[in-house]
């Protein structure tokens, strides 16, 4: 089945740049994510990535995609303590909309002040 | 409206209660998801609704019951749980981008923190 990984934890100083990254299995993946899970809190979708495409920049986040490493990392410039949180990724590899999506383990990221 | 909502944000029963879990989201979105997620470990599915009709049942016990009442609600009825099953569930809910090309990302709730004793 489709596995998805990422390295567990990632401590980083404020105002440095964080790189998260994800390799997934599933070659027919059509949409990769980075949720943001806040302490208590549900998931919240941070971007996406086509597979069509190789990056894609959002305000501080880029996300760069290798499609023929499977691999997927999120940049985040500039990071605050506001994004200490576990950062899944997760992808899906189908058109339609009811089809679950695999996540990975989940990376925490700790911002040191 | 791009919220869902799930009560009660906190539950503790004991192994021999019935209860109910609640999500309902008015985006218009036609498929609903339940997720179960222990402490420092991703989603995992449990169940999947699609145009109201369970899609997916990923071999949960049936001490967890799905509902669908309406495209708006979605329940998850509990009995005879186990302390094990003690979690954050999570709801989700997501559009059909077959018919208008969306991302089809799930939306989630802040989940039900559910303490089983």
């Known amino acids: 089945g489709e596995d998805v990984e990422q390295s567990l934890f990632l401590s980083v100083r404020e105002g440095d740049s964080s790189v998260i990254n994800c390799t997934y299995t599933?070659?027919?993946?059509?949409?990769l994510y980075w949720y943001k899970q806040e302490p208590g809190a549900g998931l919240q979708l941070l971007t996406y990535?086509?597979?069509?495409?190789d990056m894609k920049q959002d305000q501080r986040l880029t996300v760069l995609l290798n499609k023929k490493d499977k691999h997927l990392s999120l940049r985040i410039a500039d990071t605050q303590t506001g994004d200490s949180a576990i950062y899944f990724c997760a992808e899906s590899n189908s058109n339609s909309g009811n089809t679950p999506l695999v996540f990975g383990k989940g990376t925490r990221l700790s911002v040191i002040a | 409206d791009t919220e869902v909502t799930q009560t009660p944000k906190h539950l503790v029963m004991g192994m021999t209660n019935k209860k109910s879990l609640k999500c309902e989201q008015h985006m218009g979105h036609r498929a609903m998801y339940w997720y179960k997620q222990k402490a420092k470990k991703p989603p995992e599915l449990m169940f999947v609704?699609?145009?109201?009709?369970?899609?997916i049942n990923e071999s949960v016990p049936s001490r967890f019951s799905p509902e669908c009442p309406n495209s708006s609600l979605l329940n998850l009825h509990l009995h005879a749980l186990q302390p094990e099953d003690s979690a954050l569930y999570l709801c989700?809910?997501?559009?059909?981008?077959?018919?208008?090309?969306?991302?089809?990302?799930?939306?989630f709730g802040e989940g039900s923190r559910l303490t089983v004793l």
């Open positions: 609704y699609s145009y109201e009709k369970l899609s």
């Open positions: 599933d070659s027919s993946s059509t949409y």
């Open positions: 990535i086509f597979s069509n495409m």
């Open positions: 989700a809910s997501s559009q059909d981008h077959v018919v208008a090309g969306d991302l089809g990302e799930l939306f």
